[in-house]
């Protein structure tokens, strides 16, 4: 399901029971997995890679350079960044960092994470969180900057 108020541009492939909700933009090259729900006011791309079962909230932009794995769940306002030193008068498009989202991973709503990261799996980012530093599995970060708050064990 694709909202009608929704741009997905050529070179896209969406995966089986997937939904694109009102106003998003899906740039070209982009990969989005098996029913995953993207919220309103979405910008994901170009060439990002979503796995399945992946839910990204409202108002959320994913950039290139970003690979989200599976069972992953972005909260509401979550921002993402691609380049760690951005300046307007400076075309900086080879610069583009890789930031990888491992599966199970959630962040909470309105939280930052720096470009060039990996966020480890089952890894809990709290909401208002800035992370700008690797995150390891099973863990609760918090906080600006976000800081390592307890470790969680995750069995499904």
Same mark, same amino acid.
């Given at each position: 399901?694709?909202?009608?108020?929704?741009?997905?541009?050529?070179?896209?492939?969406?995966?089986?029971?997937? $939904?694109?909700?009102h106003?998003?933009? /899906?740039?070209? @090259?982009?990969? #989005? +997995?098996? =029913?995953?729900? !993207?919220?309103?006011?979405?910008?994901?791309?170009?060439?990002?890679?979503?796995?399945?079962?992946?839910?990204?909230?409202?108002?959320?932009?994913?950039?290139?350079?970003?690979?989200?794995?599976?069972?992953?769940?972005?909260g509401?306002?979550?921002?993402?960044?691609?380049?760690?030193f951005p300046?307007a008068?400076?075309?900086?498009? $080879?610069k583009?960092?890789?930031?990888? /989202?491992?599966? @199970?991973?959630? #962040? +909470?709503? =309105?939280?930052? !994470?720096?470009?060039g990261?990996?966020?480890?799996?089952?890894?809990?980012?709290?909401?208002?969180?800035?992370?700008?530093?690797?995150?390891?599995k099973?863990?609760?970060?918090?906080?600006?900057?976000?800081?390592?708050?307890?470790?969680?064990?995750?069995?499904f």
């Open positions: 399901m694709i909202h009608k108020s929704s741009f997905v541009d050529e070179d896209v492939s969406i995966g089986k029971g997937s $939904k694109i909700w106003f998003c933009h /899906i740039l070209a @090259g982009t990969k #989005i +997995g098996k =029913n995953c729900n !993207i919220g309103q006011n979405v910008m994901i791309g170009p060439d990002v890679i979503i796995g399945n079962n992946v839910k990204i909230q409202n108002n959320v932009s994913l950039f290139k350079g970003i690979i989200i794995e599976d069972d992953v769940f972005i509401p306002s979550a921002v993402f960044t691609n380049v760690k300046r008068y400076i075309d900086q498009k $080879k583009f960092e890789k930031t990888i /989202i491992k599966k @199970g991973c959630t #962040i +909470g709503a =309105n939280a930052t !994470i720096i470009c990261l990996e966020l480890g799996e089952y890894c809990f980012v709290a909401a208002g969180s800035v992370v700008t530093k690797s995150v390891p099973n863990s609760v970060v918090l906080g600006n900057p976000a800081k390592i708050n307890k470790k969680i064990n995750i069995k």
